[in-house]
């Protein structure tokens, strides 16, 4: 029995499959579009299975996997990435602005360049930040277009 890293798909309904690691992007696809969870596991070998078969397994309702042993190493889950992602970037925004008192959308591409983000996804975490720093009781004032100032 030989232990090999996989990446596992888990379905809503706890049934596992398992693929070989080089179907990452396929996968991120798929999981994405039936809201699957992905893991990086060591299992057995003999659990991985081609694309074609795992998608004859993932329509099978008879399919049992509940006897397949695995491990699990680390979840690859794209949801919960994201997530982290976004809170991150407006932790960055709203820590520099509080701590700057003024803040452009420059200075933000500039910190935040290793990101990779859109100009338009960058303006909608500002705006969020701005958003809740007003809710939390600070004056936002906008002092030219993408220059922006906390009011003491």
Known sequence: MKQTQA?????????????????????????????????????????????????????????????????IIKNMDIKSKKTTLTADIRTIIKTNFIKNKKLSL????????????????????????RETLSIQGLEIKKLKNGLYEINP
Do not use: P, W
Not at 32 to 39: A, E, G, M, T, V
Not at 106 to 113: A, I, P, R, V
């Open 7 to 71: 990446l596992m798909l888990k379905s809503t309904n706890e049934s596992l499959l398992f693929f070989s690691k080089k179907y990452y992007k396929k996968l991120k696809i798929f999981a994405s579009k039936f809201n699957l969870d992905i893991f990086l596991v060591t299992t057995d070998s003999n659990n991985l299975k081609s694309l074609l078969e795992n998608m004859k397994l993932f329509c099978d309702q008879n399919y049992d996997s509940n006897n397949i042993s695995y491990q």
């Open 106 to 129: 420059q200075d933000l591409k500039d910190m935040l360049g290793e990101y990779n983000i859109t100009d338009t996804r960058l303006c909608q975490h500002f705006s969020h930040v």
